[in-house]
Each structure stands twice: as C-alpha cells, then as structure tokens.
C-alpha cells in the first residue's frame, strides 16, 4: 500500500493529525492497533484548548452535548476548600467531560469522513527507510510506503521508542475508575491534593446522569519506590465521605479500575 502519509496510532493526536491533512488533499492512512470504539483510561476532562481543536476539526457541536463544569473545587492536602466558578462569558466553555470511548471514536470518524483510510486492529511492528524519501511501516499482514510517517503512538510509545527516539519511560502514572450513584452537584468537578499523594492529585468527574470517573495519579518514581498504593488511594478517597461531602456515599463501581502511564514531555520536547 502507498500513500502520502501514515499516522501510527489513532488517539486524538493522530487522528486529528489524520483529518487535518486528508483536509487539505493529503493522502493518508491511519493505523490503529485496536478497533473503535475501545476504552482509554482518562480522567475523561478535555480543556478549552481540546474544544478549540474540535471545534476547528468540525466537532463543536458534537462535543457540545457533554457536561461543562459550573463550579470547579480544589481541596489543598490540609483540606482546606476553595471553589472557583470558570468564565463563562462570550460562549467560552472552560471544558467539558467526554469519555475517551466516544471522543476517540469520533475523531476517527471525523478523519474518514475527510478521506482518511483508517485500518483497525493492526500492530505496527516497525518503520523502515526505503529507497529515496520513503518509509516502510511494517505492520501484522500489511505494509505501508510513505513519504512522512508520523508516530502518535501514545504514552507507550512502542513503535518511538523501537526506533530510539525516546528511551525514558513515561515520568507519570495515574489509575481512574467509574461509579454509578453519584449524588453530588452534575455541574462541580474536584481535584483533592491530598497529603498522602502529593506531588498527585485525586480527581473525580461527573459524567452525568450520576455516572462519575475517579482517579489518581502521581509520578512513576514514587509507585516504583512503593512510597504510595495508587489503588489504596483511590480506595481511601471513594470512602472518605467528609472530603467529597458524602457525594460517593451509595455510588457503586462499575467496571475495573485501570491504568496508564502518562507522559509530559518527549526526549527533549
């Protein structure tokens, strides 16, 4: 197969990556390892910054449905709180919480719908220069020649750091788990910098309907060390009733808690 360009990797940065250029008559293929829709661990919040990018991708309005926040609550580690109402003027939204499953599925969309050739469910195994200005993706059953090849392949990074582009593990860690039953405000997400997991955060994230995401994270060193149980935190947090006001008093888990490591920057980038 020839193309333009081949994205490796279908998260947001590469499909957008993807729409973008298919836009402006650039022919591309994506690949992605797994087949949509498919779950992501996140906390699931995506920034004015993310809206702005949707929004030029062709998806304000989609992204519109989701919950904004009203009220943002920040507890410090001596449980001091401090509730902060975002700007809101002039159709600003501050952010919106829209689960990975659905978000990712629909960049993806959105880059097809421009002419992007997506190919789902396929391991790519490594990146080969070929005669001239051209690479090889080799991928399981298919093989892809393209003049630029741009790897989004997340924090991860299989197919960068196989090529030696990056050597350092990813420097953070987070875990985040959904619960059903939810009686706090829709409209107030939190972040708790709890003692026991600063330099971290517990965060928990209406969905809506009384579905909410809560998660930890922290950096890898400290989990590696064993200086804090990401899971005993998020244990602690969901039973801590006077920190949340009693919010997650009946909620109930739904599904596993899961993991990711989550990267700030790349080599020097």
């Known amino acids: 197969m020839q193309t333009d360009v081949a994205i490796v990797g279908a998260g947001p940065a590469g499909s957008v990556a ?7 008559g650039v022919q591309v293929v994506l690949l992605e390892r797994a087949a949509f829709p498919r779950d992501k661990p996140c906390g699931d919040g995506v920034t004015a910054r993310g809206l702005a990018v949707l929004a030029r991708t062709g998806l304000g309005e989609w992204a519109s ?29 501050y952010g919106r919480t829209i689960p990975r499953r ?24 490594g ?30 990074a299989p197919v960068t750091r196989r090529l030696g582009l990056v050597q350092e593990p990813p420097e953070l860690v987070a875990i985040r788990q959904y619960f059903a039953g939810d009686s706090g405000p829709p409209g107030r997400p939190e972040i708790h910098f709890q003692r026991w997991v600063v330099p971290g955060y517990t965060w928990l994230f209406p969905m809506g309907d009384g579905y909410v995401n809560v998660g930890t994270g922290t950096f890898t060193w400290r989990v590696r060390r064993g ?21 997650l008093a009946r909620a109930e888990p739904i599904g596993p808690v899961r993991s990711h490591p989550l990267r700030t920057c790349l080599g020097n980038t």
Request: hydrophobic share 45%.
């Open 18 to 24: 993807a729409q973008r250029l298919a836009a402006a």
């Open 65 to 93: 449905q989701f919950p904004m926040p009203e009220v943002l609550r920040f507890t410090s580690p001596d449980g001091q709180v401090l509730d902060v109402r975002p700007e809101t003027g002039d159709g600003y939204c």
């Open 102 to 125: 659905l978000l990712d599925a629909r960049l993806a969309q959105a880059a097809v719908e421009a002419g992007v050739r997506l190919v789902e469910g396929t391991r790519v195994r």
């Open 127 to 156: 990146v080969r220069r070929a005669d001239g200005p051209v690479a090889r993706v080799i991928a399981d059953g298919l093989e892809v020649s393209a003049q630029l090849v741009i790897l989004a392949d997340g924090s991860h």
């Open 227 to 247: 200086e804090v149980t990401l899971r005993e935190v998020l244990a602690r947090f969901v039973a801590d009733h006077p920190a949340t006001e009693g919010r």
